[in-house]
């Protein structure tokens, strides 16, 4: 959980419990708020996710493009100025359910509409 100074600054950063992240004042400071045109635009973003199945918001997270990365990006697990865990992390087993139930889900999906038509 971040905590306010004695100066009234963030730190660490972290994540609440939605998966949105919560920058420190340094990481703050250091987001960029538009990539600007083109695709190798460089920088730290913080980016919504979404799901789209749901449409819900499914968190955020913040990607660097930078050098070899300045294409597609590369997200952040931990923050560089102050060591906080900026990415929600999820075990094997929790992903694999998840793809596991989202098939399940689709396959439902499938044949639910094939008996329709």
Known sequence: M????????TWPCSINDKGYVQPCWAMAESLEDNFGRGTRAQGLKLVSLVNTRTHEGAGSMI????GGHSKRGMTMNWCPFCGGWI????TQA???AEVEA??????ARTQGGDADG
Do not use: L, P, Q, V
């Open 2 to 9: 971040s905590k306010i100074n004695d100066d009234g600054r």
């Open 63 to 66: 990607i660097c493009k930078s």
């Open 87 to 90: 990415r929600k992390n999820k």
């Open 94 to 96: 929790e992903f694999i």
């Open 102 to 107: 989202a098939k399940a889900e689709d396959a």
